[in-house]
């Protein structure tokens, strides 16, 4: 695609309160988030996002790894329920994620309110990571800069009743007019362009970028994400009203039916990150799984990521001068798959 069909993000507020050239951000995910994907997503043009509930002193080394690799910006995100009940976590991680770090921050998991003021009068920008429209609501009475809307096909913890993101990005975009940021079952520019259409300005990956080259993850997990078919994923129970979306095998089917205990979430790192055995342990991925057909540099998913945004802008635009609806990108997809 030529560069004057390929403009420049300019008037995105996403863009603006990032910093970065690209609307695309990297989830936060704890112990993959770390210094060698975070690089390779920023100096790729997108946002990386460093994970902290790994806690200290591996977040500091992490971020000082990054610094080291790559002048472009990136973020810091604060996983407030991980922390609230350790207060001199707390504070360490606030102190330092607020002392001149970065620029943008996110947080997750918790109430706001606890921690917007003081990261704002840091002057860093705040975008919180919500679930369903009563969050975003709330996130928007607290004075956040903006939203991650995540909806219940995305990997991860979810909550019991979650809502998929063809609605809720939609019912909260009616009700909120701070930037969107879309995460939940997007890999390609297909998805982003879907995902502006529904009311975001960005989009966020997880899936996505835990099949990528830098992910620090063994290789079987990868390749069970590529694997794996476009019901790939299912949801079991963590306890209490969470639940968690991971790959499809017979021992999450297990967990999900009643017959096999559910996991403790740490034989993850050690049996399935580290250890590469699908088989002992619960590997989260997103419904997007089904639509991840190799294992990518981070700097390719982001650039295909943009082209193909741009692609699709311009085939739906071309509906405005009576051009078929034709997809061409399915002869691309086809032979990346
Ligand atoms: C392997 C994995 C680990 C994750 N860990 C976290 C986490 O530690 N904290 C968090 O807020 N979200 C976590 N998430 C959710 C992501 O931040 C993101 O919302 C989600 O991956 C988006 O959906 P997608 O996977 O379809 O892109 C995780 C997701 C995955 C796939």
């Not at 991980?82 to 991680?93: C, G, L, Q, S, T």
């Not at 997750?108 to 860093?124: E, L, M, T, W």
């Amino acid at each position: 695609m030529s560069p004057v069909s390929r403009p420049a993000f300019a008037g995105n507020r996403v863009v603006r309160h990032t910093g970065s050239r690209y609307p695309i951000l990297q989830s936060p995910m704890s112990w993959i988030a770390r210094a060698p994907l975070v690089s390779a997503v920023s100096a790729a043009g997108a946002m990386g996002v460093l994970e902290t509930s790994s806690g200290f002193p591996v977040v500091a080394e992490e971020y000082a790894a990054i610094r080291a690799a790559t002048d472009q910006p990136f973020a810091i995100n604060i996983a407030i329920k991980f922390i609230k009940d350790r207060p001199e976590v707390e504070r360490a991680v606030l102190d330092w994620a607020l002392d001149g770090r970065v620029g943008f921050v996110t947080t997750s998991a918790g109430d706001p309110r606890r921690h917007v003021q003081r990261i704002k009068d840091a002057g860093v920008i705040v975008y919180h990571q919500v679930a369903t429209l009563e969050g975003a609501l709330k996130a928007q009475d607290a004075g956040v800069d903006g939203l991650v809307v995540e909806g219940g096909e995305s990997g991860g913890v979810r909550g019991a009743d979650a809502v998929h993101s063809f609605a809720l990005l939609q019912a909260v975009r009616e009700r909120v007019d701070l930037p969107i940021v879309a995460a939940g079952g997007i890999v390609d520019g297909r998805g982003m362009a879907a995902a502006f259409a529904l009311g975001a300005e960005g989009v966020a990956m997880g899936t996505r970028f835990v099949c990528s080259a830098e992910s620090p993850v063994h290789v079987n997990y990868k390749q069970g994400i590529v694997d794996a078919g476009a019901s790939g994923s299912l949801t079991v129970p963590m306890g209490g009203r969470a639940i968690i979306r991971v790959l499809r095998n017979d021992l999450s089917e297990g967990i999900a039916s009643g017959r096999v205990e559910p996991l403790h979430p740490q034989s993850s790192i050690d049996n399935l990150y580290v250890g590469g055995d699908l088989g002992k342990a619960m590997g989260s991925a997103g419904e997007s799984a089904g639509l991840i057909h190799a294992i990518l540099p981070a700097a390719q998913i982001v650039e295909d990521t943009v082209a193909g945004f741009w692609r699709e802008i311009e085939r739906l635009s071309g509906l405005l001068h009576g051009q078929t609806q034709s997809d061409r990108t399915l002869g691309d997809r086809a032979a990346a798959g």
